[in-house]
């Protein structure tokens, strides 16, 4: 395997907590993971293309509303 991104986050700005956006965002062909209620990792490999990256952003945002 390669080097990933990782990126570890609150999603409760929004309101959202974090096993509900895994389970939503699931739905949409986007894997993350739920540290606990409140915090998301998401990874990122190098044979994920900037557009597959970019689509999966988007539809984090749409769930967030």
């Known amino acids: 395997s390669g080097p990933s991104t990782i990126g570890v986050c609150p999603p409760e700005p929004a ?12 739905e949409r062909g986007v894997l993350l993971n739920a540290f606990n209620a409140r ?19 988007q539809l984090l945002l749409e769930i967030l509303g």
């Open 15 to 26: 309101g959202v907590g974090a096993r509900t956006l895994v389970a939503a965002a699931l």
């Open 39 to 57: 915090t998301l990792r998401a990874v990122t490999h190098l044979d994920v293309s900037y557009e597959q990256a970019d689509r999966a952003a």
